[in-house]
């Protein structure tokens, strides 16, 4: 039965489990997969065994009901399954799960392979169109989907939102799978769904069809609404005009002794079978005051060990069930002094901008909240600014590798910290590799979220358009685990990125599993880097290649521009419009000297609104270029892989040389937030301190590191690539 409300254009009619109601003007029918792949003989529904008999019968009703909403005016959405020619969208378990089911004697033909239709659901073959019955008419959207579901890496909800689509008149093949995940989708996308049963149909109805049906309609339609065609054709028929013919646990009593190692399972480990955090604090301090006399710089505010011993008591008494605790529980860390932390003064490494928070930064509270343990504030270039770690008033760190070797900028401490393990982790910061070349020369892992997914307020600017958290931690697993507790739209940041974005799939199973495709820069610009570099930087190429990598030719060049763009452009400009005004003509005589003559040839240079623009419009052509670097198609490679650094510099080399220096450094980092790329540094081996000066007499050994580099919101590829990379290193 149907009814027509006193609105003309708002209509009803009966279904299950009650009556479905809908405005004209913002419903959609929506046909699922009527392919020739799916409905007609030799197509991929037949191969997989699918009896065709019933899914043919669907296409006449399928008809009427697409007559009848074109007729009354309303917007048509078809799908079509299948995949690009390259099959760069095709899960592996996709590819060849059926194919390799054990005793398969079915078929051996998967997805691309040449059937009679052509490719196996392969896009632009004759069997992956639509039926000539159903075929869609000019202006009718027609959405390819590489899954089951229709909002699976498609455009649908935005070509629905678009249109103020609100209801979903659903039709199509098969109804046990296309057919239901869709309606499933759209269901827990806010959409009103409901599904036509003579309209729709599976390769095997008598076991499928009612149960399927059934799911959707039952618990007050918990998943939507499920009708018939007849009262639904009813509904429609006074607004339809004729379309013309074809138109077209518990811990031991005596608890272990702490082995000192801190990175995140091995404590985690500890602290579930009785390690007492107390423990681990009164070792960490043991080792903090011993290292001070290797390295006094490292710290500009040390929490006094009773406070940290308290808290440590605290928690404890807190979370006494340890087979409970928070993922952090316990995990000591260390703050850059750029990051307010409630109650303590943030210096930036520079004495005149400090002030006392009233509040911690977001990231800070979130790890507090988790159960870590918060040991001190590091030291940093100043403003940081730099990536040499010689440019602070509170002294100059080394590296824990050798004591006339620089530790790296501007996040020098954090990376100190955590290679003297003396921390577990770090909350650092990166604008132009602050992140990343002080966990290169600290033998310790340095990662770069994807900018705006990781609040950043509560932290002093830099140049804020670019800046962003970066994490030092001992392992790639534990940058991951601090990354996933971090991550989270911040409506307050304004450079915060929307919470929901585009993913990619993952390749579960088979060859393609292991693959992955990677470049690295050219000949010519890896020239600059020194002769261990180059030597150890070719030796990670092939150590890739064995882990399944694909070498794969890219384009350099928006990498190169960007980083240029950088300090040679107008964007060093947002150093000063994050100080305040005539700060630096106030202030000159707290400023560390190079800091000074940096600041004052960006004052020099005069650069207009004109130039700025300029850079801006290159820099948004160098992002494009680069995301097709990093493009989902065959062409495109997951990661791009460079040294961290092209060269070692001695403390002495920079202090000489300051600013020429620290450019060199910035070579392969300087892009990446410019790109809007995440980052992760890798320790990648040790070589000798004298392959790198030449003279035998030079004793030690120095870090090697390379970067994983990837396109934004791309962070978990490139990390998983990264943590293989890291455990092929640990199995040599």
Request: with cysteine; glycine share 8%.
């Amino acid at each position: 039965m149907a009814t027509t409300t006193p609105n003309p254009t708002m209509l009803s009619f009966e279904a299950k489990p009650y009556a479905f109601s809908f405005s004209l003007a913002h419903t959609a029918l929506l046909i699922i997969d009527m392919q020739r792949d799916f409905l007609l003989t030799k197509g991929f529904g037949e191969i997989q065994g699918g009896n065709l008999e019933a899914v043919q019968a669907s296409i006449a009703p399928t008809r009427k009901l697409l007559e009848a909403c074109r007729g009354a005016g309303m917007m048509v959405v078809h799908t079509r399954e299948g995949h690009k020619p390259d099959l760069s969208d095709c899960p592996s378990s996709k590819l060849i799960r059926q194919e390799a089911a054990p005793g398969n004697t079915q078929h051996k033909l998967v997805i691309g392979d040449k059937g009679e239709l052509g490719r196996l659901l392969t896009r632009g073959e004759y069997g992956h169109d639509i039926v000539d019955e159903l075929r869609p008419l000019p202006g009718e959207p027609v959405i390819d989907k590489p899954g089951k579901g229709s909002f699976w890496n498609t455009t649908i909800l935005h070509q629905l939102k678009a249109r103020a689509i609100t209801h979903l008149i659903v039709s199509g093949v098969t109804t046990e799978c296309c057919f239901a995940t869709t309606i499933r989708e759209a269901n827990d996308r806010g959409f009103e769904c409901c599904g036509i049963e003579e309209a729709t149909s599976g390769y095997n109805d008598a076991c499928f069809k009612k149960s399927t049906l059934d799911m959707i309609h039952w618990s007050q339609g918990l998943f939507g609404f499920i009708g018939n065609l007849k009262p639904l054709l009813e509904a429609l028929a006074p607004l339809s005009v004729v379309m013309p013919e074809e138109s077209g646990s518990t811990p031991p009593q005596t608890p272990p002794i702490f082995d000192g190692d801190l990175t995140i399972p091995s404590l985690r480990r500890a602290y579930r079978n009785g390690l007492s955090p107390i423990t681990v604090i009164e070792a960490i301090y043991d080792k903090i005051e011993a290292y001070q006399k290797i390295d006094p710089a490292v710290w500009i505010h040390l929490e006094p060990r009773d406070a940290a011993l308290d808290k440590a008591t605290k928690l404890g008494t807190k979370f006494p069930d340890r087979g409970a605790l928070p993922p952090l529980f316990g995990i000591p860390f260390s703050v850059k002094d750029s990051i307010d932390v409630a109650g303590l003064p943030t210096t930036t490494a520079c004495p005149p901008l400090a002030h006392i928070p009233s509040a911690s930064a977001v990231v800070y509270d979130r790890v507090i909240d988790e159960g870590a343990l918060f040991i001190g504030k590091t030291n940093l270039d100043q403003l940081a600014t730099g990536l040499v770690g010689c440019r602070s008033p509170y002294g100059t760190p080394h590296s824990v590798y050798h004591k006339d070797y620089i530790s790296g900028g501007s996040s020098s401490g954090s990376a100190v910290s955590v290679g003297a393990n003396l921390v577990s982790f770090s909350l650092a910061t990166d604008t132009a590799g602050s992140g990343r070349v002080p966990a290169g020369f600290n033998g310790i892992v340095g990662y770069k979220p994807t900018r705006g997914t990781i609040s950043f307020r509560g932290v002093t600017p830099a140049c804020l358009s670019l800046d962003c958290i970066a994490l030092s931690t001992k392992t790639v697993s534990d940058a991951r685990t601090i990354w996933q507790i971090l991550e989270g739209h911040d409506p307050l940041d304004p450079y915060a990125k929307p919470q929901i974005a585009f993913e990619r799939h993952v390749n579960s199973i088979g060859p393609h599993s292991r693959a992955f495709k990677f470049g690295i820069p050219p000949p010519e610009a890896l020239a600059m880097c020194s002769i261990p570099t180059r030597r150890m930087f070719n030796e990670t190429v092939s150590r890739l290649q064995n882990l399944g990598g694909i070498l794969t030719p890219i384009d350099w060049s928006p990498f190169q521009k960007a980083g240029q763009l950088l300090y040679d452009g107008t964007f060093v400009s947002e150093r000063l419009a994050s100080l305040p005004d005539e700060f630096i003509e106030k202030n000159r005589s707290a400023l560390h000297p190079v800091i000074a003559q940096l600041m004052d040839a960006v004052i020099d240079r005069k650069s207009s609104a004109v130039d700025a623009y300029r850079d801006l419009q290159a820099k948004a052509l160098y992002t494009r270029h680069a995301e097709q670097v990093f493009a989902y198609s065959a062409t495109g490679v997951e990661v791009v892989i460079v040294p961290t650094a092209p060269t070692h510099w001695r403390i002495d080399e920079v202090l000489a040389d300051p600013i020429n220096k620290n450019s060199a450094l910035g070579e392969f980092t300087h892009c990446a937030n410019v790109l809007d790329l995440c980052g992760v540094a890798v320790a990648a081996g040790t070589y000798s301190v004298a392959e790198l000066s030449g003279q035998d007499k030079d004793e030690g050994v120095l870090p090697f590191s390379v970067t994983f580099l990837s396109g934004s919101r791309l962070d978990a590829e490139m990390l998983e690539i990264a943590r293989r990379f890291e455990e092929s290193m640990s199995t040599r």
